[in-house]
T-cell receptor
Framework: DAKTTQPPSMDCAEGRAANLPCNHSTISGNEYVYWYRQIHSQGPQYIIHGLKNNETNEMASLIITEDRKSSTLILPHATLRDTAVYYC????????????FGTGTRLTIIP | DAGVIQSPRHEVTEMGQEVTLRCKPI?????LFWYRQTMMRGLELLIYFNNNVPIDDSGMPEDRFSAKMPNASFSTLKIQPSEPRDSAVYFC??????????FGSGTQLSVL
């Protein structure tokens, strides 16, 4: 699986949009971009995933650049409960099912 | 559905003792994963199963660790003998093929 690079930490004011970047410059054509988050002492939680089109669900939006070498996870109206570590993961679908976590971005929402 | 169920939530044991961690995956999920999380190494995949068969155990640290999945609704991760460096949070996750993983609440293991 392709390696991803994320900033180690970020702050965001409560109520504002949180934009979390991820670089995956070596991504292959059959690899998806997945985002998970881990709230303190809980198991990781799936947020969203995409291949090349932008995606939106009830939790977040995922913007993938046209060359697919980077992406941004957007939490439109961050709340204190969004404080967590966010992991960007690249994963082949239909091949090896393993999900490899990096170090992620620790997002802190400031009241 | 109750989600992925792990037991116990907390385990404290002494060095040299056998430890068994348990996991009940979500019904209908074909894949089961065991992860370990420490401050130093983050989230590491230990092993995963497909239809009860181990597919990739390359993350299992050494022979003291073993995992089994006797049926579709139960898996165990055993450490024998345990050592202080095994102290970590152990997570179990399950998923349908090519889909998102659902994680359990984890087992906090402390080996004294």
């Amino acid at each position: 699986d392709a390696k991803t690079t994320q900033p180690p930490s970020m702050d965001c004011a409560e109520g504002r949009a949180a934009n979390l970047p991820c670089n995956h410059s070596t991504i292959s054509g059959n690899e998806y971009v997945y985002w998970y988050r881990q709230i303190h002492s809980q198991g990781p939680q799936y947020i969203i995933h995409g291949l090349k089109n932008n995606e939106t669900n009830e939790m977040a939006s995922l913007i993938i650049t046209e060359d697919r070498k980077s992406s941004t996870l957007i939490l439109p109206h961050a709340t204190l409960r969004d404080t967590a570590v966010y992991y960007c993961i690249v994963r082949v679908i239909g091949g090896n099912e393993k999900l490899t976590f990096g170090t992620g971005t620790r997002l802190t929402i400031i009241p | 559905d109750a989600g992925v169920i792990q037991s116990p939530r907390h385990e404290v044991t002494e060095m040299g003792q056998e430890v068994t961690l348990r996991c009940k995956p979500i019904s209908g999920h074909d894949y089961l994963f065991w992860y370990r999380q420490t401050m130093m190494r983050g989230l590491e995949l230990l092993i995963y199963f497909n239809n009860n068969v181990p597919i990739d155990d390359s993350g299992m640290p050494e022979d003291r660790f073993s995992a089994k999945m006797p049926n579709a609704s139960f898996s165990t991760l055993k450490i024998q003998p345990s050592e202080p460096r095994d102290s970590a949070v152990y997570f179990c996750a399950s998923s349908p093929p090519g889909r998102k993983l659902f994680f359990g609440s984890g087992t906090q293991l402390s080996v004294l």
